[in-house]
């Protein structure tokens, strides 16, 4: 088995699958944030809580969009699949 089949085979769709299931938990961390949010609409600790779960997700979101393009162009770039 060379590396690049290695990497083609058991490296890329770990990678891939843990991206996509971190997309996921952020995108409900959102979702959450958003019903902590309006619910405690009354309440400024609650609608700060909602406003953090927000931020964080969105950073989060965006640091993963980010790595997931980064690797998808090591991947076009140097093993071309």
Known sequence: MTLETFVQNQILPLFAGAINLMMVLAVLGFIVGIIVFMQGAADDQRRALGKRWIVWS????FLMVTV???ARL???TLFNI
């Open 58 to 61: 969105l950073i989060s979101l």
């Open 74 to 76: 090591i991947r076009f």
């Open 68 to 70: 997931w393009g980064i």
